[in-house]
């Protein structure tokens, strides 16, 4: 039951040594959320070697940046609004690509599909809708994205979602709104795949 407290307790401590300049404190900071950090960047439409090198860029801006940390947010949250900034800072170098939204009812949103089941076969799908999500994630405008991304990937509340996207809730919610709509449409052909009846024997 104590255990996030003793987390967070362990990171606030973390954090204050790094404040103070060891780097073998921060050395753990960047060990505990190197992975998220990167496969963010991943999913925010950076390709491997992108997200490596940005994921790079994100912890040496952290390092220099410790001094203006104030901890009114989670320390994960703020290394989101970097990880955010500076992949966006690289896709904007890339040619926009227009993306047309899909037709469909507005106040028709679904939610991303659970985990299908266990077992090998249920590994199988799972893994093939990694790679469906993926694509669909890359078709869509960096902004949605970004939205669906924070919100139902990487499981931060609007609030906080909202304030590493530098906008107002109202505003998030729109795009989340509009994300998860494409994103469905983007996804439906494989949706209506798995919902099918398959062959026995």
Do not use: C
């Not at 987390?7 to 060990?31: K, M, N, P, W, Y």
């Not at 410790?66 to 170098?93: D, G, P, Q, V």
């Not at 028709?108 to 985990?115: G, R």
Request: proline letters at 5%; glycine letters at 6%; a neutral charge.
């Amino acid at each position: 039951m104590n255990q996030p407290t003793a987390d967070h307790d362990d990171e606030g401590a973390l954090i204050a040594r790094s404040r103070a300049g060891d780097q073998s404190a921060f050395a753990q900071l960047v060990t505990k959320h190197s992975a998220r950090v990167y496969g963010t960047l991943r999913r925010l439409g950076l390709d491997p070697q992108e997200a490596d090198e940005v994921a790079q860029e994100v912890f040496l801006r952290a390092w220099r940046g410790l001094a203006r940390f104030e901890e009114r947010s989670r320390f994960s949250t703020w290394l989101y609004r970097i990880a955010f900034n500076e992949a966006k800072r690289r896709l904007a170098r890339r040619r926009p690509a227009a993306v047309d939204s899909p037709p469909g009812d507005d106040d028709a949103i679904a939610a991303l599909p659970d985990t299908i089941g266990e077992g090998p076969q249920a590994r199988t799908l799972a893994r093939e809708f990694e790679q469906m999500l993926e694509q669909a994630l890359a078709e869509l405008p960096a902004d949605l994205r970004a939205a669906v991304v924070l919100r139902d990937l990487e499981g931060l509340s609007t609030e906080e979602a909202a304030a590493v996207a530098g906008v107002r809730q109202a505003a998030f919610k729109s795009r989340l709104h509009r994300g998860r709509m494409q994103l469905r449409a983007l996804l439906e052909p494989y949706l209506r795949l798995e919902q099918a009846p398959r062959p026995t024997g």
